[in-house]
């Protein structure tokens, strides 16, 4: 069993990047098994959600575009994702054999209309906090393992915001997928592994 001080962060296992999904994830059902059984190794387990409202700004079809196009936010630059993870929807809901009941938190991320938030800790202005960091931080936690969906996005930007907020952060590969669009994966291990954090 890890210390008090370590944390599992599992990151969007939810049913639309699991195949079968509006944003699915090769793979991103094969590594259910595998997480639920290493919550057994950690006092704290926390689960993230990605939870849209219909018509959010993070949709392609929301600006008539095509689903993985790029366009340009007031924070920078954003891909124009399938409709996916829309609040109270099926495809938002966790996937079925993920086990739940260990979860002491499950924070929802995506819901402000206007902003994307990939990362389990701010925005996808970098500024906005989701409270994640003062919910560890209040509850001594320092180390965090991370395992999800999507490796490239969604593990990645959360891996590099905690790295940068001064946690130890190890990122479990195998117990990851990635979406791998246009250099995206390259890209996320090179950034993680600039930013101080552990791929294992
Ligand atoms: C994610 C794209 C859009 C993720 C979430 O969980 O990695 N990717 N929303
Ligand atoms: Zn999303």
């Not at 969007?12 to 997480?35: H, M, R, Y």
């Not at 007031?74 to 099926?90: K, M, N």
């Not at 393992?145 to 195998?174: H, M, Q």
Request: proline share 5%; glycine share 10%.
């Amino acid at each position: 069993m890890q210390p008090a001080s370590h944390a599992l962060l599992v990151i969007d296992v939810q049913n639309d990047f699991c195949p079968g999904g509006a944003l699915a994830v090769a793979g991103g059902d094969t590594i259910v098994p595998g997480i639920n059984a290493l919550m057994a190794d950690y006092p704290s387990v926390i689960l993230t959600q990605d939870w849209h409202p219909a018509g959010h700004s993070s949709f392609a079809s929301t600006h008539d575009a095509e689903p993985m196009s790029l366009t340009h936010m007031s924070y920078g630059p954003q891909v124009l994702w399938p409709d996916h993870c829309i609040q109270g929807s099926i495809g938002a809901q966790f996937h079925a054999d993920l086990t739940t009941d260990r979860a002491d938190l499950i924070i929802r991320k995506g819901f402000n209309p206007a902003i994307d938030s990939y990362s389990a800790f701010f925005e996808n202005d970098h500024t906005t906090p989701t409270g994640l960091e003062g919910y560890l931080r209040t509850r001594g936690i320092s180390e965090l393992t991370l395992v999800g969906l999507a490796t490239d996005f969604c593990v990645n930007f959360s891996a590099v915001d905690a790295a940068k907020l001064g946690f130890g952060v190890t990122v479990r590969e195998d117990l990851c997928r990635a979406i791998d669009f246009d250099g995206s994966l390259a890209a996320a291990r090179d950034g993680m592994e600039a930013a101080g954090v552990t791929l294992v």
